[in-house]
Each structure stands twice: as structure tokens, then as C-alpha cells.
């Protein structure tokens, strides 16, 4: 089955210091992966994706990630965090549906980051 | 430009009584349309899928159906409410085609008392 795996619960990072939010994923084929950031009491924001092309994927709000087929990881990172980044993080992997058409995202248990004064 | 609309924010209910939450989309036609049960705030667990008028495809035994009802329309209902059907319910679509990224709205806080 398609997943990904997000191993920490949490992140602490202190502001102005470059953070990483890790993600592994287990795909047969070619993966199509995301970040997602969710704020309290709210839906799920679109950071980047990886479709295809370069391993170095840029996004919203300074986040970029970087793809590795050979450690097959998909870690999101930005060199210089700030306190608004404090949110909760997912990796999703697309998968896709053969009856019908379409796709759906399966999505990690999440990592909560804290970015602190 | 696409926007997706989910209502109301917030729901408290009793044991055993209805439920209706609406979605509906603007802006594109021919979505695929899903319902997602995030639980402790964490997880996002798929509820149910939709690529079409009528057509529904649930992922997982439970206490609550959705319909299709229209294009851009996906409706989460159930008939009688257990207090386990708490959670945030988030509404999202994606176009058929394309990278498959998916458009969230905003969430439902439901509460069982």
C-alpha cells in the first residue's frame, strides 16, 4: 500500500534557526507527494508538491523540500523559521483510484512544530 | 477561481440525533470530492470519496453516509449521532486531472453531548 511516515510528533526550533519537518514515503512507482500546514480550527493549506523534475521543491511562505528517491524522503525544510510557522505539518502521498477515475491523498500522522523565541 | 465553501463551523448535537454537514465548490465542475475525520486533532482519516453525481465510495464501516447529490455538491449526513462522531470534519476537492493536490475548506467542529 501507498503511505508515508512522519516519525516525530513534534519539532522544536528556535526562531531564525533553519528547521526540517521529516517525511518517508512507500510508493511502487513514481510518487506524487505534498506538504500540507494546518492552523488551529482550520482546513488543511497547500505548501509545495513533487511531481516530477527537480529534487528541490519550493513552496509557500519560504518552505521548500527536498526529494530522495534513494533514502525515499521527503523532508520539509526552511532555512529560517518563525514563530507563525508554529503549526501542524503533513505529508500526504497521491493514490490513485482505478475505478472511476481520480485520486485521493493518504496523508501522515502529522508533526507539530514549535517555533520559539 | 475554485473556492470551497463547508458549513457551519461549529455543531453541537445530542446522542442520537441527525446530522447534515454541506460542501459545495465554485469554480470548476466534474470535482472529485472527499470527507476527512480528523480526530485529537491529528490524524486525517478518509471518510468518503466522490467522482461523481450519485457516486460514492466509503473507506471506512461507520455511522455516517455522504451524498452526491449534485455536481458540486457533497453532503455528510447521519441518522442517529454517537458521541465517538466527534471530531473536525474537513471537505476537499481535486480536479480529475492534473497533480491531484486537493483544495481543504475550512472544517466543521462537531460535538456529541
Known amino acids: 500500500a501507498q503511505s508515508v511516515a512522519q516519525p516525530e510528533d513534534q519539532v522544536n526550533v528556535a526562531e531564525g534557526n533553519p528547521l526540517t519537518v521529516k517525511c518517508t514515503y512507500s510508493?511502487?512507482?513514481?510518487?506524487?507527494l505534498f506538504w500540507y500546514v494546518q492552523y488551529p480550527n482550520r482546513g488543511l493549506q497547500f505548501l509545495l508538491k513533487y511531481i516530477t523534475g527537480d529534487n528541490l521543491v519550493k513552496g509557500s511562505y519560504g518552505f521548500e523540500a527536498e526529494f530522495n528517491k534513494s533514502q525515499t524522503s521527503f523532508h520539509l525544510k526552511k532555512p529560517s523559521a518563525l514563530v507563525s510557522d508554529s503549526a501542524l505539518y503533513f505529508c500526504?502521498?497521491?493514490?490513485?483510484?482505478?475505478?472511476?477515475?481520480?485520486?485521493?491523498?493518504?496523508f501522515g500522522t502529522g508533526t507539530q512544530l514549535k517555533v520559539e523565541l | 477561481s475554485q473556492t470551497i465553501h463547508q458549513w457551519p463551523a461549529t455543531l453541537v448535537q445530542p446522542v442520537g440525533s441527525p446530522l447534515s454537514l454541506e460542501c459545495t465548490v465554485e469554480?470548476?465542475?466534474?470535482?472529485?470530492l472527499y470527507w476527512y475525520r480528523q480526530a485529537a486533532g491529528r490524524g486525517l482519516q478518509l471518510l468518503f470519496y466522490s467522482v461523481g453525481i450519485g457516486q460514492i465510495s466509503s473507506e471506512v464501516p461507520q455511522n455516517l453516509s455522504a451524498s452526491r447529490p449534485q455536481d458540486r455538491q457533497f453532503i455528510l449526513s447521519s441518522k442517529k449521532l454517537l458521541l465517538s462522531d466527534s471530531g473536525f470534519y474537513l471537505c476537499?476537492?481535486?480536479?480529475?486531472?492534473?497533480?491531484?493536490?486537493?483544495?481543504f475548506g475550512s472544517g466543521t467542529r462537531l460535538t456529541v453531548v
Open positions: 510508493v511502487s512507482g513514481n510518487p506524487y
Open positions: 469554480g470548476t465542475s466534474n470535482p472529485n
Open positions: 476537499a476537492w481535486s480536479g480529475r486531472t492534473g497533480p491531484g493536490g486537493y483544495t
Open positions: 500526504a502521498v497521491r493514490v490513485r483510484i482505478l475505478t472511476g477515475g481520480g485520486n485521493k491523498l493518504t
